[in-house]
């Protein structure tokens, strides 16, 4: 067991120190969420009922924003492990004493590190546009634990994917597929109440939606913890079961090997 | 003596013999092609050993099953004394895998790459930055062992990969088509460097290559593989020597049904078989035409016959594999490729 967290460890540092080596990769992870929040605070912001009870629509949006970005990033990790499969990676490590369960966990791990650090970059740049986390601390906390946990849902369903097609366009055509229907179907930019009757059904099964409700909890209403709560523990299953599905679509690639 | 391979009879007793290799009769099948049919052979301690074929005849899915990336269907096969189906832990630390495409991660330097697959073997601390340090020096990418390996050249990428298969000093190295998509040059540093390897690191070497100047060059001991079996092992002169042969053709003028003493002349060389008449000609198979051809023409003419010409042929990579195959190398090679 400690094998599978060292060897996860050192993957994990792997993986990051090759992305901050690609200053465009950096840039655009900086960069996107920043502009997703002007771009979106600034069209919305004479809507008031959009807000859902938030003092500006910058505060509703920034919660949203973040998960926003956890989740896309999330359904994009799997075009590292294509990398890795095309470049023979995986293979070297599988005829090495790698921990198995490592090569794939430390992906969804990395993930949910890389949405950890940007949700921490979201809410200092609101902070400085006036936006204050309500729930303090344990607000923060809560955002935080939603973010990262939303990455690594979906960081392990798109490796599971990425192990099955193995080619870069048919992950990319998955992503898209998966990406903006399931944020469609949140409150990210919009409050659930706001959403037609079914919409509001099907968005009460969307991770996404469980991801966007906990953070909202913590920055606007600061409380309804036990319902927020709920939705962590929701995700953490989730991150749980996609994980499972990453590393049971590594075995069917190891056996078509 | 060369050795036709036998299928299961090689089996149990060379299994719990020194050998570093010892596959038994494996196959393996990917949907409808039958990839592995029966392979066989093995390899002792400490010696470079070649498994020579066409594209597609099986070579790099014998190297998957002995690395432990693939299960055979059946069969059994042990590397450094450990069974690959019931302890492939063990044989993955105790071997280093070399693949057919490089598997250099492109975004890390090339101390980066040595020390992440140190630290995967359970190197740490000093002994491991030693290690790595030496290694870069090996093959010749100290200069370069800090830059990122996206910029390395083809035959950088290839030294490294050695490097990072070498970094725990296995037991058991397997270099799975090392040369292929290297040019001429580079080919040529990578067999001074396999040969360096072999005497430095006193490792036991499976290296499948489909170049028979390659296995002639490195391996001590080579097996033929076609079409998922093994068609025949031994050392590389004999193969040629005992396989190939040289073919050579006697014609004669005048011969008046005396071809029958003629053939017995030439039968009579030491080594000469597949003696046969055609037309006004003998051919036959010897191991050495350029000693057989004076003591042929001497004895003939002694007895009186008129020799119009001698010509023999040597003996070349399609005709080692249409004699054991029934098939041309070139063909098979091709067809393999997809």
């Known amino acids: ?257 | 003596m060369t050795t036709a391979a036998r299928g299961s009879r090689i089996g149990v007793a060379r299994l719990a013999a020194v050998d570093a290799i010892a596959a038994d009769d494996l196959h393996k099948r990917y949907k409808d092609v039958q990839a592995l049919d029966g392979v066989s052979f093995d390899v002792r301690e400490g010696e470079v050993f070649g498994l020579l074929g066409p594209n597609g005849a099986g070579k790099s899915t014998t190297v998957r099953v002995l690395t432990t990336l693939t299960r055979p269907d059946s069969g059994r096969a042990s590397v450094a004394g450990h069974d690959v189906v019931a302890h492939p832990e063990r044989v993955r630390s105790a071997i280093g895998y070399v693949a057919q495409d490089s598997g250099v991660d492109w975004e890390a330097t090339g101390r980066e790459n040595l020390l992440l697959q140190g630290r995967i073997h359970a190197l740490a601390g000093a002994p491991l930055r030693a290690r790595v340090d030496e290694l870069l020096g090996l093959v010749g990418l100290a200069d370069a062992a800090d830059r990122v390996a996206r910029g390395y050249s083809g035959g950088m990428k290839r030294r490294l990969d050695i490097a990072i298969g070498l970094v725990h000093r296995p037991r058991v190295l397997f270099l799975d088509e090392p040369t292929t998509g290297l040019d001429p040059e580079a080919r040529a540093a990578m067999w001074v460097e396999v040969e360096r390897l072999a005497r430095q690191e006193s490792l036991t070497i499976l290296l499948t290559t489909h170049y028979l100047e390659e296995a002639d060059r490195l391996a001590e001991r080579v097996a033929i593989v076609s079409r998922g079996r093994v068609v025949v092992q031994g050392r590389p002169d004999e193969l040629k020597a005992g396989l190939h042969g040289e073919s050579v053709t006697v014609e004669l003028r005048d011969v008046d049904g005396r071809l029958g003493e003629a053939s017995q002349v030439v039968g009579a060389i030491d080594g000469a078989g597949e003696v046969h008449v055609e037309g006004q000609a003998v051919r036959a198979r010897v191991p050495d035409g350029a000693r057989a051809i004076p003591v042929i023409l001497s004895t003939l003419e002694s007895r009186g016959f008129s020799v119009a010409s001698v010509t023999t042929a040597r003996p070349s990579l399609d005709d080692v594999y249409l004699h054991y195959t029934g098939r041309e190398f070139a063909t098979e090679d091709e067809a393999g490729r997809e």
């Open chain 1, 1 to 257: 067991m400690t094998q599978v967290f060292r060897h996860t460890g050192w993957m994990v540092v792997r993986q990051a120190r090759n992305l901050m080596r690609e200053p465009i990769w950096i840039a655009m992870m900086v960069i996107q969420p920043l502009l997703w929040l002007l771009l979106y605070g600034q069209l919305f912001s004479k809507v008031p009922q959009l807000r859902g009870g938030a003092s500006s629509y910058v505060e509703f949006l920034t919660p949203g924003i973040v998960c926003m970005n956890a989740f896309f990033g999330g359904t994009w990790a799997g075009m590292a492990m294509i990398t890795d499969l095309d470049r023979h990676v995986v293979d070297r490590f599988l005829a090495s004493p790698a921990s198995r369960v490592a090569i794939v966990l430390s992906q969804v791990i990395r993930a949910g590190i890389t949405a950890v650090l940007q949700a921490l970059l979201l809410l200092g740049i609101s902070y400085a546009l006036g936006v204050r986390v309500h729930g303090g601390v344990a607000g923060w906390l809560v955002v935080l634990a939603a973010s990262s946990l939303l990455a690594m849902v979906f960081a392990g369903f798109s490796n599971g994917i990425a192990l099955l097609v193995r080619r870069e366009a048919s992950m990319i055509a998955t992503a898209n597929f998966v990406g903006l229907p399931l944020m469609f179907l949140s409150s990210i930019l919009l409050g659930v109440q706001t959403m037609p009757r079914w919409m509001q059904d099907v968005a009460r099964y969307n991770p996404v939606n469980w991801g966007a409700q906990a953070a909202r909890n913590a920055v606007v209403v600061g409380g309804a913890w036990w319902p927020s709560g709920q939705y962590l523990l929701f995700l953490l299953a989730a991150a749980a079961a996609t994980t499972s599905f990453a590393t049971w679509t590594f075995r069917a690639y190891q056996r078509s090997i």
